[in-house]
């Protein structure tokens, strides 16, 4: 049983493009997170999205960010027009029913 | 108040030492209670859950104080493997989202 993926693990872009981060989750699991690390902080909730739905969108910044998880593949949490605050590790996690959240390895995002 | 506060560090120990970590959390409607590692630049993985009636897992100890809004973790006996970043993590309930501290980054030296 694969664990939660996430690809690409690092991700780099300038300045006003677009960024795309993939999650998987685990086999089973229909509830995915999406936390941001930013340099020498701890992880912020973003989002909490279950197949085809968004649960709690509280943590998502107003504009630029936007997430979905598609009844078939995986979630994606989509950044446009990116600028370097954006610059930041990206942490999914997966959860069913109200067991343990298993972490991705995250994406790295570098913007130049 | 940041709704979970812990110890900024860091910490540096010899091998052997027993080091206590310290958090502490705003919100009183808080469900569930963890402690994660953060190993460099990777993901957080679950080290263990706290219950109010303390919970012991090998060389590690985490108790739960609801009246204080209080969590610690206890390692004896550290070890080099265990330096890390450990983080105090916060169910609110809900939606389950985790609230995450800032950490508190251990070395341990030979």
């Known amino acids: 049983n694969a664990g939660v993926m996430q690809n690409p693990r690092h991700l780099v872009r300038r300045r006003g493009q677009e960024a795309r981060l993939r999650c998987s989750p685990m086999k089973g699991h229909s509830h995915v997170y999406w936390y941001r690390q930013l340099p020498e902080e701890g992880l912020k909730f973003m989002v909490y999205?279950?197949?085809?739905?968004?649960?709690?969108e509280s943590g998502m910044p107003k504009e630029r960010f936007s997430a979905e998880f598609p009844k078939e593949g995986p979630s994606i949490l989509r950044i446009q027009q990116v600028v370097r605050g954006d610059s930041a590790a990206y942490f999914c996690a997966s959860q069913e029913g109200t067991n343990e959240q298993f972490f991705g390895p995250g994406t790295r995002l570098t913007v130049l | 108040r940041k709704e979970v506060e812990q110890d900024p560090g860091p910490f540096n120990v010899p091998e052997g030492a027993t080091v206590a970590f310290n958090c502490t959390y705003s919100n009183s409607a808080s469900q569930s209670f963890f402690w994660y590692r953060q190993d460099c630049r990777k993901e957080p993985k679950l080290l263990m859950s706290v219950y109010s009636s303390g919970n012991e897992d090998g060389r590690f100890t985490a108790q739960l104080n609801r009246a204080s809004q209080y969590i610690s973790l206890l390692i004896r006996d550290s070890k080099l493997s265990d330096s890390a970043t450990y983080l105090c993590?916060?169910?609110?309930?809900?939606?389950?989202?985790?609230?995450f501290g800032k950490g508190t980054k251990l070395t341990v030296n030979p």
């Open positions: 999205l279950q197949k085809e739905n968004i649960i709690d």
């Open positions: 993590v916060v169910n609110m309930g809900g939606s389950e989202k985790l609230v």
